[in-house]
Each structure stands twice: as C-alpha cells, then as structure tokens.
C-alpha cells in the first residue's frame, strides 16, 4: 500500500484518486451505513469538500483506493461553513447533538478529521490496521507540516482502542451518543504523537511528505469515522 496527500489544488497529479475516494465514501456512509448525506448514484460530497480540506488517500498495489480521510484546521471557513463539529454544536447539522462537546477550539494548532474510511476489499486484520496507519500518519504529517498539534475527530467509540494500538494517545472528549446507524460516536481527541513533535527527531515525517510528492498517481478503479449530517 502507499498514501498519497493532496488538497483540490493538487488532486490533479493523482488521477482520480479524489473521485474514486468520494466513491468509496458512497459506498460506504451511504449504502451500508444508509446516512442521509448529499450524493448521487456514484459519489457521497458534502459542504466540507472545498478549498479548506486536504485529503490522506491509501492506495492498494494495484493503484486502487482502498481508505481515505479529510482534515481540515478547525480555523478553516468557507461561506457560511466553518468545520463539522464547530457547525454542530452551533445547531447547524441535525443529526448531531449540539452538547457533542463542551466546546470546540478553534485554531490552527487544531484540525478536524471527518469521512475516515477503509474499503472492504481489505478483509484482514493486517490489512486494515496497515491501511489506518498510513491514514493516521499522512494526517500527522499534515499537521507537522502546517504547525497544527492535535486532530479531533467525532468517531465510533472503539477507534481509541484502535488507534491506541498504532501508538496514538487518543482519548475520548465528552460523552459518546447513539446514531441512527446503530452506533455510538463521540469526539477523540489524537495529540501528535511526543517523538514527532517539533524538536524531537521527525526523520519518519519528512521521509512521509517526500513520498508524498513523490507517489505515482494511481490508476483508476473499474471503517468510519464521524457521524451523518442532514441537510
């Protein structure tokens, strides 16, 4: 598997990577999960797919994408949206509870992780914790890069064990609620991991955003992370 990382400035030089992602994402919240969130027939995007957000997209060895994540720094705005959580406790999404958490902080230092997800065609518990690595550590290499510190995500509540597990100190922030999918989400909050912090030795990220650039595009293609929006 190898990641590739880009924003909509620079989705070109990857094919349809960006499509392809916005397809599992159907596939995925839409068809399995049955959230009542924009699509049509072929692809699930929302207000939150814009200028602001950069993209993780893990590819398989035949160049297919097999997981994906958006991230975007909670000082981010565009019109009259600002970032998922933030629009939630202001009451602008229904299907998630304002009290979602206390308060939401709104730096730069902080960016927000929403439309994590990995395909089915990976059936192994190997593959799929593979997969989450390079999810986790492409947008741990985004925040070094922009100087952000911390990433929250409203998650289903056993990604912290998972996640933990890879060696992230994630930690649940409030109190988790019961979504329509039968599942409880709440926010975890996933500091940047103390070996990869500014000043400490950061050889592994820099080798990440060197590959990064350097990732072929992918050819194109003939579990799950926050909760439903509705319009």
């Known amino acids: 598997m190898q990641r590739i990382i880009f924003n909509m400035a620079g989705m070109h030089r990857h094919g349809t990577a ?8 159907k596939i995925f919240f839409v068809d399995q999960l049955g959230w009542d969130i924009p699509h049509d ?5 929302d207000q939150y797919d814009n200028p ?21 720094p909670n000082s981010a705005r ?19 509870p304002t009290s979602i958490m206390d308060g939401v902080r709104v730096a730069s230092q902080v960016w927000e ?26 947008i741990e290499t985004l925040l070094l890069r922009h100087g952000g510190s911390e990433a929250i995500s ?33 926010v975890l909050g996933i500091p940047v991991r103390a070996h990869m912090r500014p000043g400490a030795s950061i050889g592994s990220s820099a080798g990440a955003v060197a590959a990064a650039r350097r990732a072929p595009t992918h050819r194109p293609q003939p579990t799950m992370v926050h909760a439903p929006q509705k319009d």
């Open 18 to 25: 960006f499509y392809d992602f916005l397809r599992l994402r």
């Open 41 to 45: 027939d072929d692809v699930e995007m």
């Open 154 to 186: 409203l998650s289903p509540v056993p990604m912290v064990r998972a996640m933990r597990s890879l060696g992230y100190d994630a930690e649940r922030r409030g109190e988790p609620y019961l979504c329509d999918d039968g599942r409880k989400y709440a």
């Open 52 to 72: 602001q957000a950069w993209y993780v997209v893990v590819l398989d060895d035949d160049g297919e994408v097999v997981g994906g994540g958006r991230t975007m």
């Open 113 to 138: 992780v929403t439309r994590l997800v990995i395909s089915d065609a990976l059936g192994t518990h190997a593959e799929r914790s593979e997969c989450l690595s390079l999810l986790l550590e492409g």
């Open 78 to 96: 565009w019109g009259l949206h600002t970032f998922m959580l933030n629009d939630a406790v202001k009451g602008r999404l229904d299907s998630i």
